[in-house]
């Protein structure tokens, strides 16, 4: 058998979901970069698998190891039979204030000193890396995931993460996963998360973490709205391809990219099902963002904010919120929202904001509370839950009430980047 080739068996619900629209999508994403798009297919499609328990993990890697090694000199992804969090955090609940920065468009862009754009200087040491330079690569971001280690900044430049706090130790190995309630029946599409999210990170023009999706079923003039973000999957298939292992889930459940270890290689972005991801193409601070990168969770690691030229970004949950006291259990967008309809907080926890919210609604509701999560049926589990109904696959998007422009935001990131939203249409029907 050839080692490169698909061995899941046929599962007709992810040939569904990447089909051959999502093909072609994907391969010209992958394409734009200078990586191996045929790869990015294969390995997207069996990374469904694996999610879905049609393929073991272990076959997964092995299927995919020679492949990887040839187009990227390393291999980092998760072997093992579950995706293990990486390390917990070495520096748990710490004492400030979650600040916005105040500008970010002075600052220079990491990977700009020598006037070489980041994704190209990026690209060029994968790409170019023999034996050699990939394992000097691998050992820099090995040493960086050490607990307690030296954060070493990988592409960046150093930054020493603290040691942890002796007496903080079990908070930091609490089995948390945080995640969001999301009331589909109180959102009136005002775009104040959309706003507080961009605001909070600089977010570049037509990027949207949290972006408010309008829908109308057919044979109804109803206008429904939906918030879509990533989902921080527990069972993360843009986690299960990344070759980098910049792409993780932290110990509390947050999906994460560390922008010091990402080479924009952009197989997350095709693997993950729900099109959250936004590749930063250009200079942030010319496209009315700014790279914030600055910002460092409590670990140490490079994971806020608007992303630098050539990096992956997402909706992180907020890491460095969920690192203070004052601000665990909150997000920007939560906190924006004047309508009670985004809780979040620690599934895991029945006294949680989130599952109070459930179990009032519940009660209010006379115990018929309808819940769902997106592409449940994938088995990512995705720790976002709605209440309500979720869209059929004949809904078609449609103007909100309330224009991204009035915000002063672009609507649609085709408008200001690149790139599909394949999401909507393989939730929803085709568009
Ligand atoms: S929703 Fe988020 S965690 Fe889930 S696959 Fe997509 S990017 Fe990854
Ligand atoms: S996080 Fe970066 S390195 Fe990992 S798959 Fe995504 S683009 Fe590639």
């Not at 430049?157 to 089995?175: C, I, L, M, Y």
């Not at 590749?279 to 608007?306: H, L, M």
């Not at 967008?333 to 989130?354: F, I, K, R, T, W």
Request: hydrophobic letters at 35%.
């Amino acid at each position: 058998m050839n080692r490169d080739e698909s061995s899941g068996p046929p599962a007709d619900i992810v040939d569904e979901v990447f089909d051959a629209a999502w093909e072609a999508e994907a391969r010209r994403t992958v394409a734009e970069v200078g990586f191996d798009p045929g790869l990015a297919v294969r390995v997207a499609r069996d990374a469904l698998r694996v999610a879905r328990g049609d393929l073991s993990p272990a076959q997964f890697h092995e299927t995919y190891h020679a492949a990887y090694m040839r187009a990227f000199g390393m291999d980092l992804r998760p072997s093992g039979e579950e995706d293990a969090s990486q390390p917990e955090t070495s520096q748990d609940l710490v004492e400030f204030r979650i600040t916005v920065p105040e500008s970010p468009a002075g600052a220079d862009l990491p990977g700009d000193d020598d006037g070489t754009p980041a994704l190209v200087s990026r690209r060029t040491a994968v790409k170019a890396a023999g034996a050699g330079a990939a394992a000097l690569l691998l050992a820099q971001m090995a040493g960086a995931w050490l607990p307690g280690a030296a954060a070493d900044g990988g592409a960046h430049g150093g930054h020493q993460a603290a040691p942890p706090p002796a007496d903080q130790s079990t908070k930091a190995s609490g089995k948390r996963q945080m995640g969001m309630v999301i009331d589909l029946e109180k959102c009136d599409g005002c775009l104040f998360c959309v706003n507080a999210c961009r605001q909070a990170y600089s977010l570049t023009d037509g990027v949207h973490w949290i972006y408010v999706f309008a829908y109308k079923e057919p044979d109804s003039p109803d206008v429904h709205l939906l918030p879509r973000l990533c989902n921080h999957c527990s069972n993360a298939p843009c986690v299960k391809v990344c070759p980098t292992t910049a792409r993780h889930r932290r110990s509390d459940g947050l999906v994460l990219t560390d922008y010091d270890v990402c080479i924009g290689c952009r197989y997350c972005q095709v693997a993950c099902p729900y099109g959250v991801n936004y590749f930063q193409w250009g200079d942030p601070k010319k496209n009315g963002g700014g790279y914030t990168g600055e910002r460092r969770d409590a670990r140490g690691r490079s994971v806020v904010g608007d992303p630098p030229r050539g990096v992956m970004g997402k909706c992180t949950f907020c890491p460095l919120r969920q690192d203070s006291h004052h601000e665990q259990g909150t997000t920007n967008c939560a906190l924006a929202c004047p309508h009670d309809v985004l809780h979040y907080g620690d599934l895991n926890d029945p006294q949680s904001e989130p599952n109070l919210y459930l179990e009032r609604r519940r009660q209010e509701l006379g115990g018929r509370l309808r819940t769902f999560r997106l592409l449940e049926d994938l088995g990512t589990k995705p720790n976002v839950i709605y209440i309500g109904a979720p869209p059929s696959k004949k809904a078609k998007e449609v103007p909100g009430p309330v224009a991204y422009e009035d915000w002063g935001l672009v609507h649609r990131r085709r408008d200001a980047l690149e790139g599909p939203e394949p999401w909507f249409r393989r939730l929803a029907g085709g568009k």
